[in-house]
């Protein structure tokens, strides 16, 4: 069992910037992989940014070059940095976390508003 808390949402005005915290706790030894997914309004949950064990990230398109992903083994937590944001980011977020193929795990959520 592991539990995900993200942090770090708001309101960001277009081109601004937000940076999103995601802490794991519980059964954390064994977690391979660890991203961000959000919802936009109206839309399926899509992913934003994955990185593993060893690093190895992957990037939405939608995102590429914009966001970057990070974690921090000593402190267990997964960040996300969003830079140049767009009206079209806003959505809720959401922090990931796999064990292995099957056993996948979600965060409550933040949201993120890019006012216009």
């Known amino acids: 069992q592991v539990q995900l808390v993200e942090s770090g949402g708001g309101l960001v005005q277009p081109g601004g910037s937000l940076k999103l915290s995601c802490a794991a706790s519980g059964s954390i030894f064994d977690i391979n992989v660890m991203g961000w997914y959000r919802q936009l309004p109206g839309k399926q949950r899509e992913v934003v940014a994955v990185i593993n064990s060893g690093g190895t990230t992957m990037y939405g398109d939608s995102v590429k070059g914009r966001f970057t992903i990070s974690r921090d083994s000593a402190k267990n937590t997964v960040y996300l940095q969003m830079n140049s944001l767009k009206p079209e980011d806003t959505a809720v977020y959401y922090c990931?976390?796999?064990?292995?193929?099957?056993?996948?795990?979600w965060g409550q959520g933040t949201q993120v508003t890019v006012s216009s």
């Open positions: 990931n976390a796999w064990r292995d193929s099957v056993r996948n795990y």
